[in-house]
Each structure stands twice: as structure tokens, then as C-alpha cells.
């Protein structure tokens, strides 16, 4: 059992108005056009004027050399509270923290959290090239550019350590798949069998065309404010439970095979006061399938090194026994840059709402987000998870 200073809890605190502008495989169209689509949402959906958006975190790769200030600027938001967070696949959870804080402390009343990017040629290569310093330098000088080879590392260290097969992570990219096909927005729209995962060309041994996300254009975000304020705008919502964050996290293991969630999984549940065993669903970041698999053990979910008998256990889809990324995740709904740091979340405030369609987790109560960014040649900086619950 870890020790550690019990912090304040996250009482009082709401999520509503999940929002997802809808996904492209390419745009021509900038990281601000995308941001400004989900701005509009958010006002439509909740009714609010803009004036009222008195906070904003802002996720993007592709919005350079603008950061959130930026679009304060470009979008005709006068905030009083401000973040940025430069954290990918981590930052959905990273915002809804800060936001949760600034709520509780009184620095904003309603604060909109945003993620986008868009994705074009250009934009991709520029995205590799500028990333991280250190992952450019790994791996240019081997003619490598982008996480598949990063990531082929990071795997195969699993598999030869915890005796991970191919089919193991094929199990978990089957039901993504499976749940993508109930979601409309998912780029993805065919079946996947275990047969066809396991055919699927090498792109860099041991991934696979199916263990790689699809790039695309997009944005996701949702509105923080005080449980009080969205039950008298009538607003469907879900509540803050609990929230980790953690940064180079086992930093003296040659390869990442433990994530910084196993540091601080024992706070995160005792400040939600349940287990692991009492969580209906989990989104789980998903750039790749061995990631997926680490945040099942480092979540409590299973021990470490169990990770492949646990898939092999349990179904994975929206009506299995083990619900994960119940929207395809963005193996099969599409990575849309940074956005892909908040899928996991707007998922997770639809399913907790009745909002999820055909895709819905019967009787959903409590349901945990994963995050996951940053990944810098041998292993991911950035870990963080939420637990949220129905308000019904």
C-alpha cells in the first residue's frame, strides 16, 4: 500500500456538455478552426452566452506558435483563468484537474476545456520533426521518424517480460473495434477479426497496421463548473470523484514497463472511497494496445505481468464484462492529435448521462479515464487518471 498525504477531495465539482467535432481524415483547415467549432458547441449545447466562459485550457499540437493566450485573442474570450497543457494523450485528464481546482477555489466559475488539431501532410511531418528533442535524436539518425518505432520498442520489452503474444493485444484492438461500430463519429466502420489483426502488415515489428492509431483532424471538449451551477441550468452532468497526475514516473527502468497510475493508484480510489472492483467501465489511452494493456495492471485492474491472461479473461466491449474505450478509442474512432487525450472523457460523461446510444454500459455509475502522453523514444512522461460518477 502506497503512503500518502490525503489531499482535498474534488467535492462539488461537475463535468457536462461532452462535445465532439467531428472527425476527418485530412484538413486543410488549422488547429484554431477546430478549437472555434468546439467553442460554438459548447455555447449551443449549454445555452450559455460567450461571456460567460470565464476559463479555458487549451490542448494542441498543431496550434503553433499560438498558445492558449492566443485564442483568447483569436476567438473574442476575455477569461480570467488560463492553462495550456502540453501534455497529449494526457491532457484531458490534466485539464479537468486544473479546472476541478480553479472551480473549487473560486478563480472561474465555468471553465472550457478544449483539445484540436488538424492534420494534414505538412502538419504531420511538422508534428514528428518538433515533438521532442530527445525522441528526434533517438531515432532520426536510424532513418525512423514517429512513435511506431518508439513504440515497437516499448512493446516488444513487454512481451519479453510479461509473455504478452501478438493475439493478446489483437484482443483488445477486436473489441474497440467492435464498440467503434455503434459509434457514428468513428472514422472506422467495418469489422476487425482476431484473423484479420494477426494478418495485417508489419509496420514496425511487433506493431502491426492495427496496432497504430489513424491521424485525423478534430476536437473534443466539455465544460467544468460547481455542481450547484449545472443542476440550475438543468444540465445533464457527471461528478469529479477523484484525480492523479504523475510525470517520469520510474525514471530508472531502461524501458517503460510500469506507468506513473501504479504510484498514486491508492490515492486515487481512496479520495473516490471504491476499488477497482467497483468501476462499470474504464476509457483507457489507447495509442497503442500494449499501453492499454499496462494501464489495466498499473490501474489495479489485474497484477503486473497479468496483463495478457486478463484479456484473455474478460470482453472488452460496451456489453462485456470488462467495458473499455467504449467509443473505439482511437484505435478505432481516430487520433485527433491532442483530442485524443480527451476521447476518452467526453466518452465517459456520455455513457454516465444515458447519452451513449447503442453503445451504452447497462446501469454505467462510476466510470475511470486514463491518461497518457509524451512519449520520448523509451517510454511516455505524462500518466494521470479520473474516476467520474453518474450525479443521478
Not at 467492435?178 to 463519429?185: E, Q, T, V
Not at 493508484?265 to 483507457?284: C, K, N, S
Request: charged share 20%; aromatic share 8%.
Amino acid at each position: 500500500m502506497a503512503h500518502f498525504q490525503q489531499r482535498k477531495g474534488y467535492e462539488g465539482v461537475a463535468v457536462a456538455v461532452p462535445v465532439t467535432v467531428p472527425y476527418e481524415r485530412y484538413s486543410t483547415r488549422g488547429a484554431h478552426w477546430f478549437i472555434g467549432r468546439a467553442l460554438h458547441a459548447l455555447l449551443e449545447q449549454s445555452g450559455l452566452p460567450k461571456n460567460a466562459i470565464d476559463g479555458l485550457t487549451i490542448s494542441s499540437f498543431s496550434l503553433a506558435p499560438d498558445t492558449a493566450v492566443g485564442v483568447t485573442q483569436h476567438l473574442g474570450l476575455s477569461p480570467r483563468w488560463l492553462d495550456h497543457i502540453p501534455t497529449g494523450g494526457a491532457s484531458g485528464v490534466m485539464a479537468l484537474r486544473r479546472a476541478s481546482r480553479a472551480i473549487q477555489a473560486g478563480d472561474a466559475d465555468i471553465v472550457a476545456c478544449i483539445a484540436a488539431d488538424t492534420n494534414h501532410v505538412d502538419s504531420f511531418r511538422q508534428t514528428l520533426g518538433a515533438f521532442s528533442h530527445f525522441a528526434r535524436d533517438a531515432t532520426y539518425p536510424y532513418g525512423a521518424g514517429g512513435p511506431n518505432s518508439m513504440f515497437a520498442f516499448i512493446t516488444a520489452h513487454y512481451m519479453r517480460t510479461c509473455g504478452a503474444a501478438r493475439e493478446d493485444f489483437g484482443r483488445i484492438a477486436v473489441d474497440q473495434r467492435s464498440n467503434a461500430l455503434r459509434n457514428p463519429n468513428a472514422l472506422f466502420k467495418k469489422p476487425l477479426t482476431l484473423d484479420e489483426y494477426m494478418g495485417a502488415k508489419a509496420i514496425s515489428a511487433p506493431i502491426h497496421l492495427f496496432d497504430c492509431v489513424m491521424p485525423c483532424a478534430g476536437a473534443e471538449a466539455f465544460l467544468v463548473m460547481s455542481e450547484t451551477r449545472a443542476r440550475d441550468m438543468g444540465l445533464p452532468h457527471v461528478l469529479l470523484h477523484g484525480a492523479i497526475e504523475r510525470h517520469n514516473a520510474y525514471a530508472e527502468d531502461p524501458v517503460m514497463l510500469r506507468g506513473g497510475w501504479r504510484m498514486d493508484r491508492d490515492e486515487l480510489y481512496a479520495m473516490a472511497g471504491v476499488q477497482p472492483a467497483d468501476i462499470d467501465f474504464v476509457q483507457t489511452y489507447d495509442d497503442y494496445p500494449v499501453i492499454v494493456m499496462m494501464q489495466f495492471e498499473d490501474l489495479g485492474f489485474c497484477d503486473k505481468g497479468e496483463g495478457p491472461a486478463f484479456v484473455r479473461a474478460h470482453r472488452m466491449t460496451h456489453d462485456g464484462d470488462f467495458p473499455n474505450n467504449t467509443s473505439g478509442g482511437q484505435l478505432s474512432a481516430g487520433q485527433a492529435g491532442a483530442a485524443g487525450g480527451f476521447l476518452g472523457m467526453t466518452e465517459a460523461i456520455r455513457q454516465l448521462t444515458g447519452a451513449a446510444g447503442e453503445r451504452a454500459v447497462a446501469n454505467a455509475k462510476l466510470g475511470l479515464v486514463g491518461g497518457f502522453g509524451m512519449v520520448t523514444y523509451d517510454r511516455c512522461l505524462c500518466t494521470g487518471a479520473v474516476i467520474l460518477g453518474s450525479s443521478t
